[in-house]
């Protein structure tokens, strides 16, 4: 009967394994500095410029607001800043909803 089924030997006992140390850790640090340079460094570079055309802003400033409200600054103060977005028509907005500030003569056309 053994012709038909093969006898079982035991194998040999598996190697230990060795230490993996810092090549264990390698593929989460290859991780996290592609995170960094492709989401982290963009994301605090376009924050940074927003904050310092933020500060920048001015009387007769054209500004395009964070909800699409296109309108000159007529008056700046700390933390506001009002827009006149039709003639006679002045909104107050937060300065940090000013989203981008556009080329002068935008709001006429």
């Known amino acids: ?9 035991a194998e ?3 190697a230990a394994q060795q230490d993996a140390g810092l090549m264990g850790l390698l593929p989460l640090l290859i991780i996290f500095v592609l995170f960094y340079f492709l989401l982290l460094r ?6 940074k410029e927003h904050r310092k055309m933020v500060e920048a802003l001015a009387k007769n400033d054209e500004v395009v607001t964070s909800g699409g ?9 700390e933390s ?3 827009m006149e977005i039709a003639d006679g028509v002045r909104v107050k907005v937060q300065r940090n909803a000013v989203s981008s500030v556009v080329p002068k003569g935008t709001a006429k056309s």
């Open 69 to 77: 409200i296109l309108g000159k600054i007529t008056e700046v103060d």
């Open 80 to 82: 506001f800043v009002t």
């Open 42 to 47: 963009p994301q605090m570079k376009r924050a």
């Open 12 to 14: 040999a006992a598996p």
């Open 1 to 9: 009967m053994s012709f038909f089924i093969s006898d079982a030997w």
